[in-house]
Each structure stands twice: as structure tokens, then as C-alpha cells.
């Protein structure tokens, strides 16, 4: 088969949904172009090698037969949890619908830095923005905590290029509590970045005492860099704080808070907004789907055909405690399940590699390259269209989903 | 699918002037046919007793998108309190106010509606928009694209490209977006509030652009009239919920001069400064500018008492308001030099003089303006209420004795400010099918919905015929769509999908090269994936695209 490139192919993996790759498909085999982000070229890249056979208990069956027994186990199970959930938006549509029949808990495995954020933006609200309106209004860009690029790789390129639309002088990039990567350096050549360190574990204090600032108290014990930092969002036009939630610590939802806060009352006199980063794997779009579906925010239980929501007994980890059974979905990368004492029917990207071999293993497609799909961006507002870009004879996890659906007894 | 006869009804058919006659109503392939010229066997449906009309259209309630997203996420309390119970079409979903896709096709089908139009489609979030819409069954959707705040138009506008550049625009963001039809929101105070200006009127300028809401609303009107849309901009104006915006609104209408104009939730724009509380109900002078210009119609946004959430494009006015978020918490969004939203839950009480006289400014206004083909039964799901309150809402307006007790509950101070209990008129049978079926299809530019002549869709509702009115429409006997029923004593019994429907004129594709160059600086991404592409619209089936002048 002839040799084909296709240009401006968008990438599903982080959340920034960057647009500019370019693949190269021979037959099976892709290869990604120079340019495109080290994580993204590794995870678009196959080797060409055919896809690998579903399996029973390790051994190669039919893709039928796989089917038939994964509908056997699910007619057989007591508690089933539904985890990964690395897919695009139907095949989150099909997870759900599958559950709502068996009963069930849905979580995405990246969740927990989201559930983080919820935190705060269930119970108070925030104000928050996208990546355009930084791009182009942000005069004052705020890190909080580690530097997000080490998990977004090309943010600071997409959100903050030199000059912005409606900034006046150079933007200011301000490292609170960590500092940039060596890449995030190079992104951001030409601004101004300073870096404000936090002792270890005073993230949290040192947002409080921000809040407390620029709401317009006066803190001696504050320290000069913090009460400079809490001026300059008070004069910037539109100051934003971002974040990654997932890399925060166990306080990250009190870092959260407080960040909030900042931004809240910035917005009285000023405008401010948060960027908070939380996307990898469609964790967006399975947050939205689910949403608009079962109308909670992921964490889902289903029983006797009645959805319900808890952030703990439903997140994954708990979730596996209780489960005879673990539906694992995973297409965009090799991402392994959880260990459990739960069988398991893993339908996986081709190349896992698993520790322990999966009860019943059927490979699926990735959406953005073997099949059409829909995933969101870390920002939430905007979703992003994925294309089909070589055909492996691999089925998408909605498809493959259904099939079971209806394989059942 | 056989054909199906519907006998011995009571056809109310305002489109065709139709008003209560009995005759057959026949269905087949889905669409009616002439009854007396058919001939091939049926399933027959006696509709004895009952009233048979087309289904009904909602021109405007918020039930898809990003912003319902975060409706869901805040009131968690209400989704938890309202489960969509176990069944054979249960969808698991569940809300009131915030009501998930499956629940919405349900309770609007089982109430006879099968058509709705979500009417703040942000382009940015239009593709979550579509995915969202495709998963509500029974309805056919659309959505209305948000401009007038988008910083490409502003600067196109204040750079002084031109006319032509803009209907261009608007042809393409239409097209790239699946819309149906354009939305205002706050003319250019979104965009102004990015840059901290907190209020902007009809003639103050934005400062960055330094171009007004008069200029940025007149530019579109001229841009669909040029491109030949039905539909015409449809408006949520300046100074929303700003006591004293009864100005704003009564100029907002003297500056269409004469070209069409749809203003929405005009309750929430008829607020004077009269009497000690400085509010007061101007529903008299607005309703009397509609009735005087025939170029302008209005959706309601009727305010109902009880827990709601607020959501809106208008950040400006939500982060004025969220001072009275109800429960305290609230979300505000700038979106991709587009729009933003903003959502602020809300409690409208009884015993509330602001609150009660938003409830009597609404009913003011169904009964004031006269021409029932210019005037829509909203309450802005889910800002004013949610939509299940259509069926009360109608008895308010048709029974008179009913309208009074409600009334009279309200606190003296409001019912001094209030008209309501003075005036006379009920709505009949025939004025609600006009403003819940054939004026909305009219409005929206279908010629083969909102009415039961040949060719028309096979949306039938049969409803008894209850003096209940407010029973009668909480649940239909029978619903069908394209021909098939959906619903048989008010329940949800067969599940079918509808369309998405969308308008796409002609335009200059010279404009492109310029929006490739915006979307590579501005946007930091490519216009090409920004565009919809008709395959993503329900599994490739595309959106139905409706003829407009320009698109000859």
C-alpha cells in the first residue's frame, strides 16, 4: 500500500489540542513528523506490525468469541465498575448505556486531579477562561504549583506567544510555588518570568495570604515577593491564575480554593480569571458526556436503572475494592488497569503490555487515527474533531461496547 | 412503518385557518397527506373528544451546550432530588431546571413538543452543542449562533470593512457552526466586559472598539436580512434585569426602522424605576411599541415561582447578579474572544416584590400584545422556569379566574404596581396553538411544521379536550412523530430521534483567507478545525439545511 501523509492532523492526548501534526501511514505503521511534541510523536507512532489477536485468559480467540465472553462475565457479575474511560465521546455514550443495563460504577482513571478542582467549582463557582482569551488578553499569567507543561506539553506556545492581541508591553509569567522546565523556558523566551518559591507544603498559605491581599488586608508577616505578586494582579487587566490539578499535592483542593478566591475578588474592580488544566484522554469529554447523560459530573453508580453520584465510592480506586469485575477501557494509549482482586475485560489499545493478562482482551482502535471521534479540550469549551487516518481492521470502544451490549443474554 | 388516520378529532389548525373542524388527519411516510384522497390502509387513532394540532416548536430554551453543563454541576442537589425513574426508555438522566438529554426529549414530548431550539449556541462550544443535542430524542433541534461580541466581527466592523465582509462573516460562522439562525446577546457588553467596562448602553461605545450596541445590532439585522435568513437576529438586548431598561428596550425597537427583529425574554427588558422600590412594570409602553411595530416579535421569559438556575452568554449582567445566587455558588466563563457565560442559580419567591412583579410583567405582556402571531410561550428554560411549567403557564393565560387567585396571592405592593387583575382577556384554544405552533414555525421559516396541511411532518399532537387547561397540556394522548407514536396517555412509548436543522447562505470565499490568518494568530488553532463538518452532525446524517435567498 502507497505511502500517505496527512497535515494538520489533531492530537487527542494531553487536552491542549494542538492541530498541526503530521502523519505518515504505510499500511499500518504511522509516523509522526518532526515538530510535532515528544509525547505526542510516541504515542501516534506504530510499528506496522498487524494487530494483535483478543484473547480468553491469554489465549487468542476470535474477536466473536471475545465478545461473547465478555457479555457472559458481565451477565454473570455482581458488581462491576467501569474505569479508564481513555475514549472519545461516543464511546463513553455506549460505556454509560452499557452500565445503566448492568449496574455498575463509571470513573475516568484520571479523574482525580479534576474531582480536585470540583472542589471548588461545584461548591462556590469560579470564574474561569480559554485558551484563546489568554492568548490574547492575558497580562499577567500566573503559575500555581508544579509547571503544567511537564503534563501540557506546548501550553505556554499555545496560550502565551510573545505578544498577545490587547497586551501592552510584555506579558509577566509568574512561577508561584515551582518553576518551569526546561522546554517551558524555551516556550516562553521573551517574557518576563519570575519565579516565587514556597517552602515546602506553603503552596496553600501563600495563595491565602494572596487572597488576603488582594482583598486588601494588610499581612506584615506576608513576604515582599507575595505582596509585589498581589499589587500587580491588582493592576493587571486580565490576570489569570492556571494550574494542573493533577499535579498538586493532597492539598491541591485547598490550593484550589484559595486561587479562586484570588481571582473572585480581582473580578471586582479588575478582570482576572482561573486556567484551570485538566484534560488527558478525553477526561473533558467523558465529564461532559456524562454530564449531559446522567447529569453528574463522572463518579456515576448505576442501580436497578437509577444513576447516582459519589466522588468516593465511585472513583476508581474504591470502586475496584468492591467490584467482582473491571471493565477497562483505554484507546489512546497503553494504560494499564487497576490491580484488583476483580476479573477483568480490558479492550485496550494493541500495544499493552499488561502484568497481569486481562480475563478477556479485545484490541480497539484509537479515536484520531483509526476512527472518527469527538474528544474536548482541557478547557472544556472546545471539542475537538477527530479524524480516521489508516485503517488496522481496529473497531472503535463504542463499537465494540455495543456489540457486547448485545451479545447479552 | 403503516400509515396511520387519526378520526373524529377536532382539528385546530391556525395555518390553515382550521379552527376546530372535525376531519381525519392522515400520516403517511411520514409525513400528513390528504386525508379524503388516501386510500391505503392504516392503523386508525379515534380522537374522539380530543383536539388534534401539530406539534409544538419552542423557539427558545436553553438545553444543550456548555453552560447546561454547568447548570448540572452546580445544582447537583436538584439532579439528585429528580431521577429519571427505571423503565423501558429510561435514559438514567434526570434534573428539572437542568435537565439532562434524554429527560428533555421525554417531558417535551410527553407535553406535545417536538421541535426546540436551543437559542445561545457560543460558535467556540458549538461542537459540544451538536454532540449534546444528538443525544435528546424525540425533538427536532437547532441552535442559534451567538455573534455580536466575537472580537473577529467587532474589529471587522470597526475597521470599517464593511457590509459585505460582514454578511460574509455571518454566512460562514452560520455555515461552520450548523446554526439556524443568529443570536445577539448584549450586543457587544460581553466582548466590553472582558475589557472591565460593567454596563454598556444601547449607544455607549465599547472601549476597545469604540463601536456601539446600536451599530453592532443594525449591522446584523442588514447581514440576515441580506443573506436572506427567516429567521430574523434574535436579540437578548442591553441592560438585561437593569431596572429602568424599558428605554433601552423602546430605543432597541425604534433603531430596527422597520427591518425584522425577534427580541427575546423581553420580561426580563420591561422594567421601569416608578414607585418607592425604583421598580416597576413596563410592560404597558413595551407592549404597546410591539403592537405598533409589526417588524418586531417577542418571546416572553415568563418568571415562575420556585428553584431555578440562571444561565447566560451575558456574563456582564451574571456577575452583577451573582451577589443573589441561590444557593451561593456561581460559574463565570470568558469564551475563546467569542462570548462567555454565566450561571447563577435562583430562587424567584412569591412573597418577593421584585420577584412577584416579574411574574405579573410577564403576564402583562402575553395579554397586551394583541397579534398572537408576534409573541412565543417562553420562560427562557431555565432562566425564567424550567419548561414544565408550559402547561400552568397556558391556564394562567386562559382562565381568567385562575389567572386572579394566583394573582391575588401575590403581596399587596405588587398588585398596586400590577394590571394583571384588571385585565380581561383569555387566551382560546386556537391562540395557543398559534403561539406555540404555527407562529413559531412561521418565525423560524418552516414550511412543513407547526401545521396539519399536506406535506407537513407527521408531528401530531392529540390532546383531550380538558377544562383543565393546564391538565390537559402536562400530557398529551397521543404524540406522534414522523408518523410514529411516541406517546400514548402520556407516557413515553416508542423512542424515536429528529433532525438538526440549519441554514447556510452563499458567501464570498474570499473572507476565508482572512479567517485563516485570524484563527493562526488569534485563536492559536486552524479555521479548518474550528468548521463543522456535516458528518459529525448525528453519526453523518447530516443537518437539514434550509433555503435561504442569497443561497438561491
Sequence with gaps: MAETTSHDVVCPFCGIGCDDVTLTVDGAAVTAAKGTC?????????????????????????????????????????????????????????????A??????????????MFRNLASSQRKGWVATTFAEVRNRCDLFVVVGPDPSKAYHRVYERVLPATGRFVEGPRRVVFLGGAPTEDAKSQLDGLTVEIIATPEGGLVDALSQLSALVAGSVLPAASPEIKA??????????????????SLDNDGDLVIERAVSVV??????????????????NLTGAYHATLWNIGFPLRVGFRDGVSDHDQTAYATANAVKEADLVVWTSAFRPEL????????IALSHPDTVFDTEPDVFIPVGQPGLDHQGLAFRADSVVGLPLRRHRDAGLKSVADVVTLISEARA | MSAVRIINGRVLDPANGESGVVRDVVI??????????????????????????????????????GKSNITRLLMVEEQRANREPAGDFCGCGGGLSTMTAHATGCRYAEMGYTAVFEPAMVAANARHMHAEMKDIPFLDTGGYVVLGNDDFLLDLISSGAGQQAVNDYVAWQLAATKAMAVKIVNPGGINAFKFNQRKLDLDEANPHYEITPRTILTTLIKAVTELGLAHPIHLHGCNLGVPGNEDTTLATIAATEGLPLHMTHVQFHSYGTEGDKKFSSGAAKIAEAVNANPNIS?????????????????LMSQHRNRGIASPKRWIGMDMEMDAACGIVPFVYKEKSFVNALQWAIGLELFLLVEDPWRIFLTTDHPNGAPFTTYPH???????????????????????KHSIVGELKREYTLEEIAIVTRAAPAKILGFKDRGHLGAGAVGDVVIYRDDPDREAMFTKADYVLKNGQVIVKDGEIVSVAYGQTHQVAPNYDTGIETKLDRWFDEAMGFKAKTFKIADDEIRDGQGAVTHATTRSA
Design chain 1, 38 to 98: 515528544g509525547r505526542a510523536a510516541q504515542l501516534f507512532a506504530r510499528s506496522g506490525a498487524p494487530a494483535p489477536s483478543a484473547r480468553i485468559a491469554g489465549k487468542d480467540v476470535s474477536f466473536e468469541e471475545a465478545v461473547a465472553e465478555a457479555a457472559k462475565r458481565l451477565d454473570a457479575s455482581r458488581t462491576i465498575a467501569y474505569a479508564g474511560l481513555g475514549i472519545d465521546v461516543d464511546g463513553v455514550r455506549a460505556v454509560l448505556k452499557l
Design chain 1, 100 to 113: 445503566a443495563k448492568t449496574g455498575g460504577s463509571v470513573d475516568h482513571y484520571a479523574s482525580e486531579g
Design chain 1, 229 to 246: 505578586l498581589a499589587e500587580s494582579l491588582k493592576a493587571a487587566r486580565y490576570g489569570v491564575l492556571a494550574w494542573s490539578a493533577a
Design chain 1, 264 to 281: 473572585d475578588t480581582l473580578n471586582v474592580t479588575t478582570r482576572a480569571a482561573c486556567l484551570p488544566l485538566s484534560g488527558r484522554d
Design chain 1, 337 to 344: 488497569p487497576p490491580a484488583s482482586a476483580a476479573a477483568v
Design chain 2, 28 to 65: 403517511d411516510g411520514g409525513r400528513i397527506v390528504d386525508a379524503k384522497g388516501f386510500s391505503g390502509p392504516t392503523e386508525t387513532i379515534d380522537a374522539r373528544g380530543g383536539v388534534v394540532m401539530a406539534g409544538a416548536i419552542d423557539i427558545h430554551s436553553h438545553i444543550a451546550g
Design chain 2, 298 to 314: 417577542i418571546d416572553v421569559g415568563q418568571v415562575m415561582f420556585g428553584q431555578t438556575v440562571t444561565a447566560s452568554a451575558d
Design chain 2, 393 to 415: 403557564l397556558i391556564r394562567l393565560l386562559m382562565d381568567k379566574d385562575f389567572r386572579d387567585e394566583h394573582f391575588a396571592r401575590l403581596p399587596k405592593a405588587v398588585r
